[in-house]
């Protein structure tokens, strides 16, 4: 069993990989879903299920929209 820290490191070594700035044609409730599956896919993959993942960061759709919105905002100056 993994521990939340190992999920948190899994989650946010996957997001440094995976997630950029919206596509100028993408919606972002299309996005966060896409970016879900393939999460959850990668996690399962690892041991880790969906629940895991929740129970660790909170909703996925929503950790994952709040990471979709930092990946756009310029880096602080």
Do not use: K
């Not at 069993?1 to 044609?25: C, K, Y």
């Amino acid at each position: 069993m993994q521990t939340s820290a190992d999920i948190e490191s899994f989650v946010n070594s996957w997001v440094a990989r995976n997630v950029r700035g919206m596509p100028r044609h993408a919606s972002l409730p299309q996005e966060v879903d896409r970016l879900a599956a393939c999460l959850t896919g990668d996690a399962r993959a690892h041991g880790i299920s969906g629940g895991d993942i929740n129970r660790a960061l909170g909703d996925i759709d929503e950790y994952l929209t709040g990471r979709l919105h930092a990946a756009g905002e310029p880096p602080p100056s």
